[in-house]
């Protein structure tokens, strides 16, 4: 057990919705960072929140969107779902903001019919 | 963009066997990680390198941050079927925040 918790596990939605994925960290960390696993294009860095700020983007569309709240807990929001959105979206924590380890939480799987 | 390139894409070994893969770029990482992914499953931390030369063993693995920085191996002597899986090496660009960059996976199967 990493400590993340990743909520819900599995969701399955439809093209045009809206979806918002939770993530906590484990106790102690301040950095939240969300990735996207794809069979195609393997583990993608979307997106690192530090102590509620914005610390570093990837190539996270502008559909998508995140924030970190003042318990540190993180949400990613997903909308207008495409179906290449279908993925694995993890999150991972560490304590501070970079040459740190990163502890993943078990991802949540999105379907998107 | 930052890519790494890791091989061998898949494995098939016996058990007993030693193991060796490798992650390699034409960027300098401050930072290396190896990962191991079961199905179903997030990524789990295995071994984090932050000097380069470092070697760092945990159990039955072994990996070092190349002296260039520009590259890391994780080796694992005597497998067993447990160490069935995905391993990923994943490594951290200077002024980057805590983005990683990962490689593209190693698929290891072990067979009794």
């Known amino acids: 057990d990493s400590g993340v918790t990743q909520t819900p596990k599995h969701l399955i939605t439809a093209t045009g919705q809206r979806v918002t994925l939770r993530c906590s960290p484990r106790?102690?960390?301040?950095?939240v960072y969300w990735y996207q696993q794809s069979l195609d294009q393997g583990l993608q860095f979307l997106i690192q929140y530090y102590n509620g700020e914005e610390r570093a983007k990837g190539n996270i569309l502008e559909r998508f969107s995140a924030q970190q709240f003042p318990d540190l807990h993180s949400e990613l929001n997903l909308s207008s779902l495409e179906l290449g959105d279908s993925a694995l979206y993890f999150c991972a924590s560490s304590v501070n903001s970079a040459n740190q380890p990163q502890h993943f939480g078990d991802g949540t799987r999105l379907s998107i019919l | 963009g930052q890519q790494l390139n890791q091989s061998p894409q898949s494995m098939f070994i016996q058990e007993g066997e030693d193991v060796s893969m490798n992650c390699t770029s034409s960027s300098i990482f401050n930072t290396w990680l190896w990962y191991k992914q079961d199905p179903g499953e997030g990524p789990v931390l295995l071994i984090a390198l932050y000097k380069a030369g470092e070697l760092t063993s945990n159990g039955r693995l072994t990996a070092q941050f190349g002296i260039t920085r520009k590259d890391s191996f994780l080796n694992i002597s005597a497998s067993i079927p447990s160490d069935v899986g995905i391993y990923f090496c994943?490594?951290?660009?200077?002024?980057?925040?805590?983005?990683?960059?990962f490689g593209q996976g190693t698929e290891l199967s072990v067979k009794p």
């Open positions: 106790s102690g960390d301040l950095s």
């Open positions: 994943a490594g951290q660009l200077a002024n980057q925040g805590g983005k990683l960059i």
